[in-house]
T-cell receptor, first 113, second 109 residues
Framework: NAGVTQTPKFQVLKTGQSMTLQCAQDMNHNSMYWYRQDPGMGLRLIYYSASEGTTDKGEVPNGYNVSRLNKREFSLRLESAAPSQTSVYFC????????????FGPGTRLLVL | EDQVTQSPEALRLQEGESSSLNCSYTVSGLRGLFWYRQDPGKGPEFLFTLYSAGEEKEKERLKATLTKKESFLHITAPKPEDSATYLCAVQGPGNQFYFGTGTSLTVIP
């Protein structure tokens, strides 16, 4: 099993450009999450999906949209990238049946110029 | 305000020198407390989940404990390969998770 996979691993964007970060899990988990990690800030929850067909805002949702494509895949979209969105983005999944231990992907490093 | 605070920010230990990392939280309605290890350039790796005060979990040289307001990660006789950043996270009501900023551990041979 690959666990949680993310693409791309690294991306450079210009201010105003858009892009989609992809995440997939093969653990048959119900819940999926998107976080960003910035120096000195810790991991902050952007959006999560408790189950297929549902999404909810986390702590820092502004400037992002998400899509739970199916049970396996959860994408994060930046419609108009800003330098403040320069960060490392992590996707995670959990079983979601009162067992919320999260398993993380390797991350996407995004630089917005 | 829901908050998770980890201390110290950084810790340097000699190989074999035991110590403890602290995670204090003010999240109401705790549903779970999680410890992760993160190596540079990688995603967090799950270590432990604790659900109620008094609970303890062990894995090799690591032991996690939980009280009503804080958790400790005890490291016994650490080795250089234990060097990493250790993250604490708390699940509040719903699927809201709050992470601390981590403790960077360096174990010197």
């Amino acid at each position: 099993n690959a666990g949680v996979t993310q693409t791309p691993k690294f991306q450079v964007l210009k201010t105003g450009q858009s892009m989609t970060l992809q995440c997939a899990q093969d653990m048959n988990h119900n819940s999926m999450y998107w976080y960003r990690q910035d120096p000195g800030m810790g991991l902050r929850l952007i959006y999560y999906s408790a189950s297929e067909g549902t999404t909810d805002k986390g702590e820092v949702p502004n400037g992002y949209n998400v899509s739970r494509l199916n049970k396996r895949e959860f994408s994060l979209r930046l419609e108009s990238a800003a330098p403040s969105q320069t960060s490392v983005y992590f996707c995670a999944s959990s079983a979601g049946t009162h067992q919320e231990t999260q398993y993380f992907g390797p991350g996407t490093r995004l630089l917005v110029l | 305000e829901d908050q998770v605070t980890q201390s110290p920010e950084a810790l340097r230990l000699q190989e074999g020198e035991s110590s403890s990392l602290n995670c204090s939280y003010t999240v109401s309605g705790l549903r779970g407390l999680f410890w992760y290890r993160q190596d540079p350039g990688k995603g967090p790796e799950f270590l432990f989940t604790l659900y109620s005060a008094g609970e303890e979990k062990e894995k090799e040289r690591l032991k996690a404990t939980l009280t009503k307001k804080e958790s400790f990660l005890h490291i016994t006789a650490p080795k250089p390969e234990d060097s990493a950043t250790y993250l604490c996270a708390v699940q509040g009501p719903g699927n809201q998770f709050y992470f601390g900023t981590g403790t960077s551990l360096t174990v010197i041979p």
